[in-house]
Nanobody, 116 residues
Framework: QVQLVESGGGLVQAGGSLRLSCVAS????????MNWYRQAPGKQREFLAA???????SYTDSVKGRFTISRDKTENTVWLQMNSLKPDDTAVYYC??????????WGQGTQVTVSS
């Protein structure tokens, strides 16, 4: 079992920045990848960014150039730096961890609200 705790959400004006953090508890399994998703009211959960154990990253088109995912493997921590935020970025942001056992664990989410 892996527990994930997100933090860093809040209220920000359009054009502003936030940095989200996600800390995973220790596990005997290797974490293959950690990802960020978001879910806006009335919408499906949307993939945003991923980072593998080797440091490779990928992003959905809507956040490329604005969001940056990074990771501290020794601390099982992943960050999502979000710049140039827009009202459409308002959502609950979730991180998950994909283990080498193929199990997937999710955090509880953190609210991000961008005012116009």
């Amino acid at each position: 079992q892996v527990q994930l705790v997100e933090s860093g959400g809040g209220l920000v004006q359009a054009g502003g920045s936030l940095r989200l953090s996600c800390v995973a508890s220790r596990t005997s399994f290797r974490i293959n990848a950690m990802n960020w998703y978001r879910q806006a009211p009335g919408k499906q959960r949307e993939f945003l960014a991923a980072i593998t154990s080797g440091g490779s990253t990928s992003y959905t088109d809507s956040v490329k150039g604005r969001f940056t995912i990074s990771r501290d493997k020794t601390e099982n921590t992943v960050w999502l730096q979000m710049n140039s935020l827009k009202p459409d970025d308002t959502a609950v942001y979730y991180c998950n961890a994909v283990l080498n056992s193929l199990a997937v664990y999710w955090g509880q989410g953190t609210q991000v609200t961008v005012s116009s």
